[in-house]
């Protein structure tokens, strides 16, 4: 008789607790997930994936547009939300088929219920069950946070921002981070009248301020409202249903939805932590070593809920990591350095490695190249916006330690770019590169 009922519980069947089953079931592991809500996570259930196709679809705004100057003529286009909204969620259904059957070709059990930790091996079912694992995994992930505004219950967040009955005429966002800026591009694409309110006057932090002081204009000239410094304090809803804002100082701002994007917070709450001794950090994070063990030596937590980096592939990382390591006796640790991320704002902002500023202060002295062209794809549109280019180089080993672009197809090119910083290539290797002509990623070896 086996000492416990499974080698491996996973708590959360989303990107990180989903890699982690299937590895550890290869290497023989007897592996149980559970999962409260779908199969597939925050990124394939409402977020990276739904929001990417909502982005292709509000492009054919612009293409259609464009298509003119090319010698088409598209007579009676018209937009339908409730096609595009229905389409995506067909995909999002098809997605977490395809994850249920990868955990059910590996053998990995799946209970489609809520599952707490009861102590350092246990876990409770929420029909009240208990199983017992040698190890516990939590890849619970985060979820959106909802500052105190009055009148909360009206607004939105991303979990709802999917399935909305119609396409709302105006729509008001708070935040001006990832969510808020995708949102505000998909909206103002689709042709509703689209208004961001931040806390503060900054769009994108962490981003090089070189890009999102490029991406605020261009979101302006496409008729995007920016208001700064005006948090929401209240949302009214007055009789005819409709919505009337409340930000900081400066007139009400009237909506039909308001998408509150103001980051996400580890989903910790209830989940039983302190039944093995491990204590929450302040933001209600999971604390963790370099292998992604906590407090407790038999329970590892990986993904969001350890709010290390919130993104998908590093919770993918870190799962696997954590079933090599534990499971495949080959101990890895994830490396953060060097972490590609796109914001699929439009036009979309890639990056990689250090900004302008952090590198001038982590290393004293950097060279900086920029490119500020117009992509050929944008000679013949109405709106002439310009992409920009920035390599950050280390003046003292000429490395390229940082690439910032803002322009189409920027999170496609960069991907491959992002090679070359995490290699650790100088910035004489790029010049020596041929360009590839004519395209956009060819400025990246023509900076001067
Ligand atoms: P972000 O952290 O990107 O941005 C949060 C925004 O909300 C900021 O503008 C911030 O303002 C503001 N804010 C924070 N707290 C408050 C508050 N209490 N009251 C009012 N405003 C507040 O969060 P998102 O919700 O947009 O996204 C969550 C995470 O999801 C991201 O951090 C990212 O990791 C991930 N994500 C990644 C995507 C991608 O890879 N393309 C896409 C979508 C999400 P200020 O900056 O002024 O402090």
Request: net charge negative; glycine share 10%.
């Amino acid at each position: 008789m086996a000492e416990f009922d499974y080698d491996l519980f996973v708590i959360g069947a989303g990107s990180g607790g989903v890699r982690a089953s299937r590895i550890a079931a290869s290497h023989g592991a007897r592996v149980a997930v559970a999962e409260e809500f779908r199969v597939g996570g925050t990124c394939v259930i409402r977020g990276c994936v739904p929001k990417k196709l909502l982005v292709y679809g509000s492009h054919f705004a612009h293409s259609l547009h464009d298509a003119a100057q090319y010698g088409w003529t598209i007579e009676g286009a018209t937009f339908d939300w409730a096609t595009l909204r229905d389409f995506v969620a067909s995909d999002v259904d098809r997605l977490e088929r395809a994850y249920t059957s990868t955990l059910n070709t590996n053998n990995v059990e799946h209970f489609a219920e809520r599952a707490v930790v009861a102590g350092p091996n246990t876990v409770r079912l929420a029909s009240g069950r208990e199983i017992s694992a040698k190890f516990i995994l939590i890849a619970v992930g985060a979820w959106p946070v909802m500052p105190e505004i009055v009148g909360a219950e009206h607004c939105i967040t991303s979990n709802e921002v999917f399935h909305l009955p119609e396409l709302p005429r105006r729509v008001v966002i708070q935040g001006a981070g990832y969510i808020a800026m995708e949102f505000a591009g998909i909206f103002n694409a689709l042709g509703s009248d689209v208004t961001v309110v931040n806390r503060s006057d900054v769009i994108l932090r962490g981003y090089d301020h070189d890009l999102t002081a490029r991406l605020q204009p261009i979101m302006e000239a496409r008729g995007v409202k920016f208001g700064f410094n005006r948090p929401i304090r209240e949302v009214q809803k007055l009789a005819d249903g409709s919505l009337l804002v409340h930000a900081g100082e400066g007139d009400p701002i009237p909506a039909d939805v308001v998408l509150v994007a103001t980051g996400r917070r580890p989903k910790t709450d209830g989940l039983g932590l302190e039944n093995a001794g491990i204590t929450l950090g302040k933001g209600g994070e999971i604390p963790v070593d370099a292998f992604s063990k906590t407090a407790c030596d038999s329970i590892y937590a990986v993904g969001d809920v350890t709010d290390r980096v919130q993104l998908t592939p590093i919770a993918i990382r870190e799962g696997h990591a954590f079933a090599d390591t534990v499971f495949g006796g080959k101990p890895r640790s994830t490396h953060y350095d060097a972490i590609p991320s796109a914001v699929f704002s439009q036009p979309p902002i890639a990056s990689v490695g250090l900004t302008e500023a952090d590198a001038r202060a982590q290393l004293g002295e950097v060279r900086v190249y920029t490119s500020d062209f117009r992509p050929m794809q944008n000679m013949f549109a109405t709106q002439a916006e310009r992409g920009f280019y920035k390599l950050v180089v280390d003046a003292g080993t000429d490395k390229v330690v940082g690439i910032h672009m803002i322009g189409p197809d920027a999170p496609e090119i960069l991907q491959a770019a992002a090679i070359a910083v995490k290699a650790g290539l100088t910035k004489a290797q790029f010049d020596d590169t041929i360009a590839l002509h004519p395209s956009m990623a060819e400025e990246l070896v023509l900076m001067r």
